[in-house]
C-alpha cells in the first residue's frame, strides 16, 4: 500500500513552518470553552466575583500615583495623575498578566497535555483571550473615570484616536502571546527562564512609560528608548484617552514589525517543541 | 470494510533515564564555550571524553502492524512493555523518534477517564469541555448531549459541580463522552478498571456496539484479560517494547501469561541491595538460582529448592540467613527468622542449595525478602545484607475449593486432629 493514502501521518521531525492553523481553527470552540472555563473558575466561589479585576490595577494606580506622582513628581503637568496612571497601568496589566500565563503554559498544563491531544496553541490562545475580560472590566472602570473627570473640566482631552483602541489591544495581545510562548517553549527543558519572567517583567515595566512621564527620558536615548515595542502602543493609548504626549507614528510601526517577528519567532519555536515537551518537561 | 486504519512502521520510542538535560542552561553553555575554546569540559566527570548523556531506553524497539478498520485490537503485557508509549504515540501526546506513524479519521483517545474536568465547572460545563478536548464541536456536542447523558445515567445530578461526584460518576460521564464521540478510532487504555460492574458491562457492550454497527476501530490496552477476550478479535502482546505476538485473542492471553518477567528462575542479586553500597557490605548475596522448575510456578505442596551465592567479606563466626515470606501486595505471610550459615572465612564464596516447603501456602504470587545478619555481642541483630525482593515465585491450588484470600489469609493450617468425639 501507499503510504499517501493516509489522512494523517505522524513522523518523529516535523518542518520548521509546518504550522497547522487549519487544525487551530477546527479547535475554536475549545479555544472559546477554555476561555470560559478560566473565567468561571478563577471567581467561583468568590464573594466580590469579577470586581477583583478592578481592585488590582486600583490600587497599583494608588501607589503609582503617591509614590511616582506625588513624592517623585514624574507624573506630566496638567493632566490629573490618577487618570494619568490608571490609563497606564490597564494597558501594562493587559500585557503583563498575558505574558506571565502564557509563559508557563506548558508547565503549567502538563497534566492534561500529557493525557490528551489538541493543537497546544490552543491554551496561550485562549489565555491571552481570557485576560481580555478582566481588561474589559478594567476598561470600563477607566472610562468611568474619564466621564467623571470630563464632567469636572479637569484637563484630559480623549481624541479620534480611540477608535484605534482595538487595534492596540491586538497589538498588546500578540507581543505578550510571542514573548509568553518563547519562553514557554524555551522553558520545558531550561527552568531558568522561568525565574527570569516575573522579575523581568518588573524591569520591563520600567523600561516602559508606566511609572513615569516619557518626556523625562533625555532625547538622545529616546530613539533607543522607543525599541521597547510596549512603549508606543502604551503612549498611543495614553495620547489617544488623554490628549497627552504625541503619537509617535514610526516608533509604532517599528513597534508593529517588532511584534510580528516576535510572534513568528514564537509560533515556529512552540511547534517545534510541543511534539515531544511531554518527555523534557 | 478491509481499509487499514492505522499503521505503524518501524516505530521506535527512546526516553534517556534519569534526569533530563545536562541540568540548566547555565551548564549546557559552559560545555559549549569549553568546547568552542578547546577546553576540558567542567561537567564531564574525570576520565570522561565526550558527555555521553543519561543511559538510554527504548520504550518501544522496532513496532510494526496495522490495524484493518472495525478490528478490536487488544494491547497486552506487563509493566514497562511499552502499551501506553504506544498509546501515546498514536493519540500525538508525545512524537516516536523514529518511524512513521499512519491512520485515517479521527482518534479519540482515552488515556485517563476525566481529563480536562474542572472540578469547579458542573457536569454540563464538562460535558462540552471534555468534548471539546477531544475534538468534536460545540454543536455535535449538543447534538449528542442528551445521549451521553442517558449513558452515563446522570440526569439528576449534570448541573451539579463535578467537585460533589463520587469517583464512580466522574468516571460513567467521561466514558460516555468519549464514547459517543464522533471518531473512527477509539483508543483507550483501562478505563473500565473503575466503577461498578454493571457499567463496566454496559462500557464493553457499547464498545462492542460501536464496532460492529458503526464501523469503528478500537484499541484497547488492558491487564485485565477477561474484558480483553471480551472485547477484543484480536491481540497484540508486547514484551520490552517489542512485538512477541501478534494474532487471535486466546493465544495471545497464552503467550502473556507464560511471558511473566516475574517467573524468571535465575537471579543476579551482586548490586542489588538496600544497603546504601552493595559492594562495600561485609556479606554479600551474590544470586541465587531456583533449581528444579523453569519457571517459578509451583502447585501447592511441591519443594522450592533454590541455590544461593553468599559472600563474606569479614571473617564470621555465625552468619546468619533471614527468609521473609510477602504477599505480591507486599504483606507479610510469614518469616524463617534464623538460617545458621555457619564459619565464613573473609573473602570466602559458598554456595547454598537450601528447599523450602510451600505446602503451606495458597495460591497467588509470593515474594521473598533476604537478609543476612549477625548477632553482636548483646544478642541484637546486625544487618549486613539486605535484598527486597530477592525473587519472587508463584503457587498454583490444585484444589477446587476456592480460597477466600481476604478473609483467610495466605496459609494454611494444618488439619485439626480429632481429640475425642462423643
Not at chain 1, 123 to 137: H, R, W, Y
Not at chain 2, 167 to 185: E, Q, R
Request: aromatic share 12%.
Amino acid at each position: 500500500m501507499e503510504m499517501n493514502q493516509f489522512e494523517n501521518v505522524i513522523t518523529p521531525k516535523r518542518a520548521w513552518f509546518d504550522v497547522n492553523l487549519k487544525e487551530l481553527w477546527r479547535y475554536r470552540d475549545l479555544i472559546l470553552l477554555f476561555v470560559r472555563r478560566t473565567f468561571v473558575s478563577q471567581y467561583k466561589q468568590t464573594i466580590l466575583g469579577p470586581a477583583w479585576a478592578i481592585i488590582q490595577p486600583l490600587l497599583t494606580t494608588v501607589v503609582l500615583t503617591v509614590v511616582f506622582g506625588n513624592i517623585a513628581g514624574l507624573a506630566p503637568a496638567g493632566v490629573p495623575s490618577f487618570a494619568f496612571y490608571l490609563c497606564g497601568s490597564i494597558a501594562w496589566g493587559y500585557f503583563s498578566t498575558c505574558l506571565t500565563a502564557t509563559s508557563t503554559t506548558f508547565t503549567a498544563n502538563a497534566a492534561i497535555l500529557g493525557k490528551v491531544y489538541f493543537p497546544r496553541l490552543v491554551m496561550p490562545i485562549s489565555t491571552v483571550l481570557s485576560q481580555l475580560i478582566s481588561f474589559a472590566v478594567q476598561f470600563c472602570f477607566f472610562l468611568l473615570f474619564l466621564f467623571y473627570y470630563l464632567m469636572t473640566g479637569a484637563n484630559v482631552q480623549p481624541n479620534l484616536w480611540i477608535l484605534i483602541t482595538p487595534v492596540l489591544l491586538v497589538h498588546l495581545a500578540l507581543l505578550s502571546l510571542g514573548v509568553g510562548i518563547i519562553v514557554s517553549a524555551v522553558t520545558t527543558k531550561y527552568r531558568d527562564l522561568a525565574m527570569v519572567v516575573s522579575f523581568g517583567v518588573q524591569l520591563w515595566m520600567y523600561a516602559t512609560p508606566v511609572a513615569y512621564d516619557i518626556t523625562l527620558i533625555p532625547e538622545r536615548f529616546l530613539n533607543l528608548y522607543m525599541l521597547n515595542p510596549v512603549t508606543p502602543v502604551v503612549t498611543m493609548f495614553r495620547y489617544a484617552f488623554l490628549g497627552v504626549g504625541e503619537p509617535h507614528f514610526a516608533a509604532y510601526g517599528i513597534s508593529w514589525l517588532v511584534t510580528l517577528a516576535v510572534l513568528l519567532l514564537g509560533v515556529l519555536l512552540f511547534n517545534r517543541v510541543e511534539k515531544t515537551f511531554m518527555d523534557t518537561v | 470494510m478491509q481499509d487499514i486504519m492505522i499503521q505503524f512502521e518501524h516505530v521506535s520510542k527512546e526516553y534517556r533515564l534519569g534526569a533530563i538535560g545536562g541540568g540548566t542552561l547555565r551548564g549546557d553553555l559552559q560545555s559549549l564555550m569549553a568546547r568552542i575554546r578547546g577546553k576540558e569540559d567542567p561537567n564531564l566527570q574525570i576520565g570522561q571524553k565526550v558527555y555521553a548523556g543519561n543511559p538510554r531506553f527504548l520504550a518501544l524497539n522496532d513496532v510494526s502492524f496495522s490495524v484493518k478498520q472495525g478490528e478490536r485490537v487488544g494491547i497486552i503485557g506487563h509493566n514497562g512493555a511499552g502499551k501506553s508509549t504506544l498509546l501515546k504515540l498514536l493519540s500525538r501526546v508525545t512524537g516516536p523518534t523514529c518511524g512513521t506513524i499512519s491512520y485515517n479519521g479521527r482518534i479519540a483517545s482515552m488515556l485517563e477517564v476525566g481529563t480536562g474536568f474542572h472540578p469547579e465547572l458542573t457536569g454540563r460545563e464538562n460535558v462540552y469541555m471534555n468534548g471539546a478536548i477531544l475534538g468534536m464541536t460545540k454543536a455535535e456536542i449538543t447534538k449528542k448531549f442528551n445521549d451521553i447523558v442517558q449513558f452515563a445515567e446522570m440526569e439528576n445530578f449534570i448541573d451539579t459541580p463535578v467537585k460533589r461526584y463520587s469517583s464512580g460518576m466522574y468516571v460513567k460521564l467521561a466514558f460516555a463522552v468519549a464514547a459517543h464521540l464522533d471518531s473512527d478510532i477509539l483508543v483507550m487504555d483501562e478505563v473500565l478498571a473503575v466503577g461498578d460492574m454493571k457499567f463496566q458491562q454496559k462500557c464493553l457492550g457499547k464498545m462492542d456496539d460501536v464496532s460492529k454497527n458503526e464501523g469503528r476501530t478500537v484499541l484497547y490496552v488492558s491487564h485485565n484479560m477477561n474484558t480483553v477476550r471480551q472485547l477484543c478479535t484480536r491481540c497484540i502482546v508486547l514484551d520490552h517494547g517489542r512485538i512477541i505476538f501478534d494474532g487471535d485473542t486466546e493465544t495471545g492471553i497464552g503467550v502473556y501469561m507464560n511471558n511473566r518477567d516475574d517467573m524468571q528462575t535465575i537471579y543476579d542479586l551482586s548490586a542489588k541491595s538496600s544497603k546504601p553500597d552493595p559492594k562495600a557490605t561485609q556479606a554479600k548475596i551474590l544470586s541465587l538460582r531456583i533449581m528444579n522448575k523453569d519457571a517459578a510456578l509451583f502447585q501447592t505442596g511441591e519443594e522450592l529448592v533454590f541455590e544461593t551465592d553468599i559472600l563474606a567479606r569479614k571473617h564470621f563466626e555465625h552468619l546468619r540467613f533471614r527468609f521473609e515470606l510477602r504477599y505480591a501486595d507486599d504483606v507479610p505471610v510469614g518469616t524463617v527468622p534464623d538460617i545458621d550459615l555457619g564459619v565464613m572465612e573473609s573473602g570466602e564464596r559458598k554456595t547454598f542449595q537450601m528447599r523450602f516447603d510451600t505446602s503451606w501456602l495458597t495460591r497467588g504470587k509470593y515474594r521473598v525478602y533476604l537478609v543476612l545478619f549477625e548477632k553482636n555481642e548483646f544478642g541484637t541483630c546486625e544487618d549486613h545484607d539486605l535484598v527486597l525482593p530477592a525473587f519472587a515465585f508463584s503457587i498454583e491450588d490444585q484444589n477446587d475449593i476456592t480460597w477466600n484470600v481476604n478473609a483467610w489469609g495466605h496459609i494454611k493450617l494444618p488439619d485439626i486432629d480429632f481429640i475425642s468425639v462423643q
